[in-house]
C-alpha cells in the first residue's frame, strides 16, 4: 500500500482555522466522515477511493484504546 499526503494551505490559513474552532465557526464534528483502524485500512482505503464522494477527512486509529 503507498499512503501519499498533500496539503495546500499556509500559516496563515491554519491560524486562520485554530481560531475559528473554539467559537464554533468550524463544525470539527462533521469534518470526521469516516474513521478506521491501522489493521482495517487497507481495505477502508480501497473502498473508499472508489466510493469517490462523502469523504472529507478520515481518521485511521493506530492503537487500540478499548
Not at 474513521?35 to 469523504?55: C, M, N, Q
Request: aromatic share 4%; proline share 5%; hydrophobic share 40%.
Amino acid at each position: 500500500m503507498t499512503v501519499i499526503g498533500s496539503r495546500n494551505a499556509t500559516r496563515s490559513d491554519f491560524d486562520q482555522v485554530a481560531a475559528s474552532i473554539p467559537d464554533g465557526e468550524i463544525p470539527i464534528t462533521r469534518l470526521v466522515t469516516h474513521r478506521t483502524t491501522l489493521a482495517k485500512s487497507p481495505h477502508d482505503i480501497a473502498r473508499w477511493s472508489r466510493e469517490k464522494a462523502g469523504l472529507i477527512k478520515a481518521v485511521i486509529a493506530v492503537h487500540d484504546r478499548s
